[in-house]
């Protein structure tokens, strides 16, 4: 499965408002770099698929911007890497599933009913670990590797 990084976005402090970029290192100890949540372990980037996106959005019955998640990079084409152990790369860099990305009240703040259309089918995205460092930029291939 190939598909493209359609967007990249980063917060400098918890609760900032996001800031989208056109390129952006990403670094084995600090995930996105200049991101407040890079340094989490198993929490480096946070990846959104624009399927699931459009899927929550006509759930919810609103078209919002992407960068309302709060994720680090919006793709197209993460088909088969919505699980634990999945591998894909990003330009240069790979990433390794760590988790599922769970939808906060921070999704409800910014519009009611929007946690629970992002809920299911690991919508809200997926959490990695940095396993090769380098740069993304915005048109970059997304490969999946596992």
């Not at 790979?94 to 990305?101: A, K, R």
Request: hydrophobic share 40%; net charge neutral; aromatic share 4%.
């Amino acid at each position: 499965m190939s598909g493209k990084l359609l967007g990249i976005a980063r917060k400098a402090r918890p609760y900032a408002p996001m800031e989208e970029l056109k390129r952006v290192g990403v670094s084995l100890d600090r995930g996105i770099v200049g991101d407040a949540r890079g340094a989490a372990p198993g929490r480096q980037v946070t990846v959104i698929a624009k399927a699931d996106w459009d899927a929550a959005c006509g759930e919810h019955g609103k078209a919002l911007p992407w960068t309302t998640r709060r994720a680090n990079l919006f793709v197209d084409g993460l088909d088969g890497a919505k699980h634990v152990g999945a591998r894909f790369k990003i330009g240069g860099v790979e990433l390794e599933v760590c988790e599922e990305t769970e939808p906060c009240s921070r999704m409800d703040a910014a519009s009611q009913g929007l946690r629970a259309a992002l809920a299911p089918d690991w919508r809200g995205g997926v959490s990695c670990k940095v396993l090769t460092p380098g740069d993304v930029a915005v048109g970059d291939p997304v490969v999946v590797v596992e």
